[in-house]
């Protein structure tokens, strides 16, 4: 004890008497004495990273298994896949259905409104150089605005589902209610033909059947806005006044299976 207490007051009387002789001794010390701290913390961070690596090799381990896993689940959903896509083209050709037709579009300019017989027509800047024919069917925004039934070479003439000679087959969903949308020459046509019993309300979504070949099926019209006199009031899903432009649908119906025989027209709608 007394020989610290002495080491410590001569310590105490050089830095006063030589404060640069204390520096020199204290680096010196420090540089004797950092490599031996270095060299025992050394273990200790190789034994820390060695502990990460075990870590991270056991997660990856785990997220590997879980990816076997998945991986083994989606094989078994692929062949189940194709096990059915198979049994669905065997049925479809012993029940000899006619394929989906296939469909591709013509974007116009709506050019303005037409005169003639019809009140609720317009003109597109596009025409038979386009591939626009008629009958085809014309959507803007959401849904049906009408189809074609008038072609030139570089121009067309719409009638409006709202015309009063536009007749158009529908559906009402979810019921799966027959119904034929009817124009009034007012933006909000009519549904006509529903059964007595049918059972559709408010909100409910129109959509066309296909029925009777002029337009394809599936093309969203739009909703019931009022059920009223056996029949009811539609609002449409596109509204032609903020049209600029429309996309005329081109749907062809690709060649029959082997023994199909293609239905004929039910009619003919104006």
């Given at each position: 004890?007394?020989?610290?207490?002495?080491?410590?007051?001569?310590?105490?009387?050089?830095?006063?008497?030589?404060?640069?002789?204390?520096?020199?001794?204290?680096?010196?010390?420090?540089?004797?004495?950092?490599?031996?701290?270095?060299?025992?913390?050394?273990?200790s961070a190789t034994v820390s990273d060695i502990v990460d690596r075990v870590e991270s090799l056991a997660t990856l381990q785990a997220e590997?298994?879980?990816?076997?896993?998945?991986?083994?689940?989606?094989?078994?959903?692929?062949?189940?896949?194709?096990?059915?896509?198979?049994?669905?083209?065997?049925?479809?050709?012993?029940?000899?259905?006619?394929?989906?037709?296939?469909?591709?579009?013509?974007?116009?300019?709506?050019?303005?409104?037409?005169?003639?017989?019809?009140?609720?027509?317009?003109?597109?800047?596009?025409?038979?150089?386009?591939?626009?024919?008629?009958?085809?069917?014309?959507?803007?925004?959401?849904?049906?605005?009408?189809?074609?039934?008038?072609?030139?070479?570089?121009?067309?003439?719409?009638?409006?589902?709202?015309?009063?000679?536009?007749?158009?087959?529908?559906?009402?969903?979810?019921?799966?209610?027959?119904?034929?949308?009817?124009?009034?020459?007012?933006?909000?046509?009519?549904?006509?033909?529903?059964?007595?019993?049918?059972?559709i309300g408010v909100n409910d979504r129109i959509v066309t059947s296909g029925e009777g070949g002029v337009l394809p099926p599936g093309l969203?019209?739009?909703?019931?806005?009022?059920?009223?006199?056996g029949g009811a009031v539609v609002r449409l899903a596109a509204q032609w006044e903020r049209l600029e432009f429309v996309s005329v649908l081109?749907?062809?119906?690709?060649?029959?299976?082997?023994?199909?025989?293609?239905?004929?027209?039910?009619?003919?709608?104006?």
């Amino acid at each position: 004890m007394a020989l610290l207490v002495g080491i410590a007051l001569a310590l105490m009387i050089i830095s006063q008497s030589a404060p640069d002789t204390l520096e020199r001794f204290r680096s010196g010390v420090t540089d004797v004495v950092t490599p031996i701290v270095a060299f025992f913390s050394r273990p200790s961070a190789t034994v820390s990273d060695i502990v990460d690596r075990v870590e991270s090799l056991a997660t990856l381990q785990a997220e590997n298994a879980t990816l076997k896993e998945n991986n083994e689940r989606l094989r078994k959903w692929q062949t189940l896949a194709q096990k059915l896509q198979r049994e669905n083209d065997e049925l479809r050709a012993a029940l000899r259905v006619v394929p989906d037709p296939r469909a591709s579009f013509v974007t116009a300019r709506v050019a303005g409104e037409a005169g003639g017989p019809y009140v609720r027509t317009a003109l597109l800047d596009a025409g038979a150089a386009e591939g626009i024919k008629k009958g085809q069917a014309v959507l803007g925004g959401d849904g049906l605005v009408g189809r074609i039934i008038d072609v030139g070479n570089s121009s067309a003439r719409v009638l409006l589902v709202t015309d009063l000679n536009s007749r158009v087959p529908v559906f009402v969903e979810p019921s799966r209610e027959r119904a034929v949308l009817a124009g009034d020459n007012s933006s909000s046509p009519r549904l006509e033909f529903l059964a007595p019993e049918a059972k559709i309300g408010v909100n409910d979504r129109i959509v066309t059947s296909g029925e009777g070949g002029v337009l394809p099926p599936g093309l969203p019209v739009g909703t019931v806005a009022a059920v009223e006199g056996g029949g009811a009031v539609v609002r449409l899903a596109a509204q032609w006044e903020r049209l600029e432009f429309v996309s005329v649908l081109d749907y062809e119906l690709p060649a029959p299976l082997p023994g199909t025989r293609r239905a004929g027209r039910i009619g003919t709608l104006p």
